[in-house]
């Protein structure tokens, strides 16, 4: 804009963790316009970091006429229901809440005390690495949580699959347009779901600009698999794991697998390479040929029955990922969230074992894929004397029955039992609310 004062750096700040750059154009103080980043030249590693729409309507989020921009207090004899609130300074703000979060503590405890996961701003400074947890361990601590909304069941099969207390990532999209013969996009749509300059469109892009055969399996028909795919593999929702199934018994009965890496590195494929004391026919090669617990032989007609794929298809699809050397196969976060969607993410990650593809440059462990990650300073947490903790989806459970809450019967983790319920204090929710804005 011809006219405008001057050009300002700022970020994307919405709940997304690209953090686009954004050159923002300010006249008489005002934002006038929103433009991307202009340093790059769109070169694989030094690309112009695009903001999305989403970025780039930060000018609309700002001007908000609904946006809350001072703290708020409930009426005086208003009910929850009744959205009566009035404007109170930051001042008292913040001695309400140091009053009553001291009132909590001396009352309470500090298991009383509770930060919800999710602020709507992720990978946020003061939401994830100080602020709240920071401030509440050094008053004495407070109930933690495990999980996450997004990825809880592929990090709960990380830890027996790989040993790692969150997903493991497989390589990068940039590794794979150099060194990778296939990709397979297994239930991940970057084209929709990471859609930003700092996310994926761009480099899955170009990979498919570059002549890098693409695969994608999903449900759906999406704009990954509009805009990207070789083949779309369609499946059931949910039936990842038959689909993998029946590709692995293509591949052992065609010698297709990798066993010398599976003898190598991995645990529970075949009967030689069990722990000891496990029961006979209970390797993953035994539940294959039918000789497990069910005595079904998963076949890739058994598979074809359950996904909706036709068995031909099946074939193909499992000689092609046996054959492509190295192949990354990269899941999404999609194919996890289902009943049972631990299963699905611990396939996933089996079929890059089988076929080798673990540790390989253009190869990978069935992850989500890698990615580039500046390095930054984060505010030490400090620790938390508090070694009790819950699952993030349970916190309203803590607010109604915190002292019923077992280990057994809602994993409640540090201790068999939460002994106080989270107490939610008058007047404390608006003031965070009002914060996180």
């Given amino acids: 804009m011809a006219d405008a004062d001057k050009t300002v750096w700022s970020a994307c700040v919405i709940n997304c963790g690209s953090r686009c750059p954004l ?47 001072k703290p708020l ?23 309400l809440l140091a009053e009553k979060l001291k009132y909590t503590y001396d009352t309470y405890g500090p298991e009383a005390i509770y930060k919800n996961y999710g602020s709507g701003v992720w990978n946020a400074h003061i939401a994830y690495s100080g602020g709240w947890h920071r401030l509440f361990n050094i008053l004495g601590g407070h109930l933690g949580y495990y999980g996450n909304y997004s990825y809880l069941q592929i990090t709960q099969c990380t830890r027996y699959f790989y040993g790692a207390d969150d997903e493991q990532p497989s390589n990068s999209i940039e590794d794979a347009i150099e060194n990778s013969k296939l990709l397979v996009l297994w239930g991940n ?17 170009q990979a498919k600009k570059n002549g890098l055969k693409i695969i994608v399996v999903d449900p759906r028909y999406s704009d990954s698999a509009s805009v990207l795919a070789d083949e779309w593999i369609a499946l059931r929702p949910g039936t990842d794991t038959a689909l993998i199934a029946g590709m692995i018994h293509v591949m052992m009965s065609e010698g297709l697998h990798d066993q010398a890496f599976l003898d190598k590195y991995c645990v529970g494929f075949d009967e030689e390479h069990m722990p000891a004391g496990a029961p006979a026919n209970s390797s993953y090669r035994a539940y294959i040929e039918g000789k497990g617990y069910d005595k079904i032989e998963k076949t890739p007609e058994w598979a074809a029955d359950i996904t909706g794929v036709p068995a031909d298809t099946i074939r193909k699809f499992a000689r092609e990922v046996a054959l492509a050397k190295p192949a990354n196969i990269t899941q999404g976060w999609g194919p996890q969230r289902h009943a049972h969607g631990e299963n699905q993410a611990n396939a996933i990650y089996l079929l890059a074992c089988v076929t080798g593809n673990v540790g390989l440059p253009g190869g990978g462990t069935g992850g989500r894929d890698g ?67």
């Fill in 23 to 69: 050159r923002l154009q300010v006249k008489d103080g005002t934002i006038v316009r929103v433009l991307p980043d202009n340093t790059g030249d769109d070169t694989l590693l030094n690309r112009n970091i695009k903001a999305c729409v989403r970025g780039r309507n930060m000018r609309q989020r700002v001007y908000n006429p609904d946006r809350i921009k």
């Fill in 73 to 95: 207090k409930r009426v005086d004899g208003a009910k929850r229901t009744e959205g009566r609130f009035e404007e109170i300074s930051w001042d008292e703000a913040l001695d």
């Fill in 189 to 205: 749509n970057p084209q929709e779901t990471r859609m930003s300059g700092g996310g994926v469109t761009f480099t899955t892009a």
């Fill in 371 to 437: 990615y580039y990650w500046p390095v930054t300073q984060w505010l030490d947490n400090g620790e938390n004397p508090v070694e009790t903790s819950i699952s993030c989806y349970k916190w309203t459970d803590a607010i109604d029955r915190g002292p019923e809450m077992t280990a057994l019967a809602d994993g409640v983790r540090g201790r068999g039992r939460v002994p106080l319920q989270v107490r939610v204090t008058p007047g404390i929710r608006a003031i965070l609310a009002a914060s996180a804005s």
